[in-house]
């Protein structure tokens, strides 16, 4: 973006616009309607930028390890399944200590895998989530059982699981589910290990078999020839399977035995260490409250919640960067039993973040909404957006046609999500939330004041927009066309008026 007061930005734009319109080596015959039309959208971010100077904070102290899934990985317990776009328990604790919040009842909207949940729970929060994926609910579902009910004596099962290795010679294989996307996912030796593990797994009581099932859903990208990446599963080459020009190679393959014996020792370690309490989502039986999840969209649970209820808001939407989360975590999900239709509807029923998301007829799920759309439709730094990316459609400039649609619904649905927030808020309560912009086809999108305007306009104050030190870059294909330019991820500090 150009900088505040930065007298080269005409320069700039007109350079990122010279870039735009030779994209894919075609030269548009009307330069100039493409110039004006991404100036536009420049001069919209540079005086946007200027109204929230004083909003836009910098804070050193948090890291880009802090607001990932990075520093989880010392944790106990939070470390067991790697979930790239989660934060981190220390983000969740450090920002619920810096907004006061320490009783009442947390609500995610967008619960992942539960950190902030189980942080929460763990500081005498009650929380409730919601989340759309099978995966992220049965991890907390697990994780839920084994606070509660897991006892010393199961422990005790699962460490001589590591010890013996029970289905190195158990005769009967359950089958390996597989989606069109999965199909061919692991090794022979793998799958057929996999199908003995599941299968002698039935024979331990319930608790034992959840946290089994859930080891095995921690280790199933490192067993598999596949590694996720955002938009998609990237293919090793010694899969077999084609996926561009470039031999992809994602290194060590673990074998199915020492995956799962490594990461069942990881779980009987921290359940049996007695320094855990600190880092275990519960510290102490008389101080954890209860945590309550909700399963499916936030787009239909959010609505029947009641009003002025909750404390505290904390959650990260999906980013406005095309990661289907479907993709990503297809493994996950094959395992579980989704199937395709299933597959298909979780796509869509998610918000619209990925370029195969149909529009949703947004008024028809909840006439209520006609507020947050028509504060959507007046947006003017989201409308010259738009309108800049369904020139450069028309025009072909595109590298996918869908890119404007979901764009548009992203936005358009987050309107709706943050008047129901604001609704189920009690007064004066924070919404704090994580996220990142994004820039297409050379235009920055910034999306922490986009919907920080439509908050301000839906029952919000808005109070900071707290800025990481270091910035994330373009996508590589980005950067070939339009060269690197650091985009903003940051905390939204709102609080209900």
């Given at each position: 973006?150009?900088?505040?007061?930065?007298?080269?930005?005409?320069?700039?734009?007109?350079?990122?616009?010279?870039?735009?319109?030779?994209?894919?080596?075609?030269?548009?015959?009307?330069?100039?309607r493409?110039?004006?039309?991404?100036?536009?959208?420049?001069?919209?971010?540079?005086?946007?930028?200027?109204?929230?100077?004083?909003?836009?904070?910098?804070?050193?102290?948090?890291?880009r390890?802090?607001?990932?899934?990075?520093?989880?990985?010392?944790?106990?317990?939070?470390?067991?399944?790697?979930?790239?776009?989660?934060?981190?328990?220390?983000?969740?604790?450090?920002?619920?200590?810096?907004?006061?919040?320490?009783?009442?009842?947390?609500?995610?909207?967008?619960?992942?895998?539960?950190?902030?949940?189980?942080?929460?729970?763990?500081?005498?929060i009650?929380?409730?989530?919601?989340?759309?994926?099978?995966?992220?609910?049965?991890?907390?579902?697990?994780?839920?059982?084994?606070?509660?009910?897991i006892?010393?004596?199961?422990?005790?099962?699962?460490?001589?699981?590591?010890?013996?290795?029970?289905?190195?010679?158990?005769?009967?294989?359950?089958?390996?589910?597989?989606?069109?996307?999965?199909?061919?996912?692991?090794?022979?030796e793998?799958?057929?290990?996999?199908?003995?593990?599941?299968?002698?797994?039935?024979?331990?009581?319930?608790?034992v078999?959840?946290?089994?099932?859930?080891?095995?859903?921690?280790?199933?990208?490192?067993?598999?020839?596949?590694?996720?990446?955002g938009?998609?599963?990237?293919?090793?080459?010694?899969?077999?399977?084609?996926?561009?020009?470039?031999?992809?190679?994602?290194?060590?393959?673990?074998?199915?035995?020492?995956?799962?014996?490594?990461?069942?020792?990881?779980i009987?370690?921290?359940?049996?260490?007695?320094?855990?309490?600190?880092?275990?989502?519960?510290?102490a039986?008389?101080?954890?409250?209860?945590?309550?999840?909700?399963?499916?969209?936030?787009?239909?649970?959010?609505?029947?919640?009641?009003?002025?209820?909750?404390?505290?808001?904390?959650?990260?939407?999906?980013?406005?960067?095309?990661?289907?989360?479907?993709?990503?975590?297809?493994?996950?999900?094959?395992?579980?039993?989704v199937?395709?239709?299933?597959?298909?509807?979780?796509?869509q029923?998610?918000?619209?973040?990925?370029?195969?998301?149909?529009?949703?007829?947004?008024?028809?799920?909840?006439?209520?909404?006609?507020?947050?759309?028509?504060?959507?439709?007046?947006?003017?730094?989201?409308?010259?957006?738009?309108?800049?990316?369904?020139?450069?459609r028309?025009?072909?400039?595109?590298?996918?046609?869908?890119?404007?649609?979901?764009?548009?619904?992203?936005?358009?649905?987050?309107?709706?999500?943050?008047?129901?927030?604001?609704?189920?808020?009690?007064?004066?309560?924070?919404?704090?939330?994580?996220?990142?912009?994004?820039?297409?086809?050379?235009?920055?999108?910034?999306?922490?004041?986009?919907?920080?305007?439509?908050?301000?306009?839906?029952?919000?104050?808005?109070?900071?927009?707290?800025?990481?030190?270091?910035?994330?870059?373009?996508?590589?294909?980005?950067?070939?066309?339009?060269?690197?330019?650091?985009?903003?991820?940051?905390?939204?500090?709102?609080?209900?008026?």
């Amino acid at each position: 973006m150009v900088k505040k007061g930065d007298s080269s930005g005409g320069t700039e734009i007109h350079r990122a616009a010279e870039k735009a319109i030779s994209y894919q080596g075609e030269v548009v015959p009307e330069p100039d309607r493409d110039y004006r039309l991404l100036e536009e959208v420049y001069k919209f971010n540079a005086e946007y930028e200027r109204r929230y100077k004083d909003k836009l904070l910098l804070q050193p102290s948090l890291n880009r390890s802090l607001v990932s899934f990075q520093a989880n990985k010392s944790r106990a317990v939070y470390r067991w399944f790697k979930y790239k776009e989660a934060f981190s328990a220390g983000l969740v604790e450090l920002l619920l200590d810096r907004e006061g919040v320490s009783s009442g009842v947390l609500l995610d909207p967008f619960a992942g895998i539960g950190t902030a949940l189980f942080v929460a729970s763990a500081l005498g929060i009650k929380a409730e989530g919601i989340e759309l994926l099978p995966i992220g609910q049965r991890v907390i579902t697990i994780k839920q059982l084994i606070d509660r009910d897991i006892t010393p004596d199961d422990i005790e099962i699962l460490a001589r699981w590591v010890e013996i290795r029970p289905w190195k010679d158990f005769p009967r294989l359950c089958p390996i589910s597989e989606l069109r996307i999965t199909k061919g996912a692991y090794p022979a030796e793998t799958v057929e290990a996999m199908g003995r593990f599941l299968g002698v797994l039935g024979q331990e009581n319930e608790r034992v078999q959840a946290a089994l099932l859930f080891a095995l859903l921690c280790v199933l990208e490192i067993i598999s020839y596949t590694r996720k990446d955002g938009q998609y599963l990237r293919w090793d080459y010694r899969s077999g399977r084609r996926q561009g020009n470039k031999k992809f190679d994602k290194g060590e393959i673990l074998p199915f035995d020492k995956a799962i014996c490594r990461k069942l020792g990881e779980i009987v370690t921290d359940l049996k260490t007695a320094e855990i309490p600190p880092d275990l989502f519960t510290p102490a039986p008389a101080q954890a409250e209860d945590i309550a999840l909700h399963s499916g969209s936030c787009l239909k649970i959010l609505p029947k919640l009641p009003s002025d209820t909750y404390d505290c808001i904390m959650t990260s939407p999906p980013y406005c960067n095309r990661y289907d989360y479907t993709r990503t975590y297809a493994l996950e999900l094959a395992l579980l039993g989704v199937d395709e239709a299933g597959l298909g509807q979780l796509r869509q029923d998610m918000l619209s973040c990925t370029v195969e998301n149909r529009a949703k007829n947004l008024l028809e799920m909840n006439p209520r909404w006609k507020r947050a759309i028509a504060v959507a439709d007046r947006q003017d730094l989201l409308q010259e957006t738009l309108a800049y990316l369904e020139n450069q459609r028309q025009m072909g400039l595109l590298n996918n046609n869908g890119i404007p649609r979901m764009v548009r619904g992203y936005f358009y649905e987050m309107a709706c999500v943050i008047v129901e927030c604001a609704r189920v808020l009690k007064r004066n309560a924070p919404l704090i939330m994580v996220n990142d912009n994004v820039r297409y086809a050379g235009a920055g999108v910034s999306v922490d004041i986009i919907l920080s305007e439509i908050a301000g306009k839906l029952g919000f104050k808005i109070e900071n927009i707290l800025v990481l030190p270091n910035g994330k870059g373009n996508s590589s294909q980005q950067m070939g066309v339009h060269g690197r330019e650091v985009l903003r991820k940051c905390v939204y500090i709102w609080r209900k008026r």
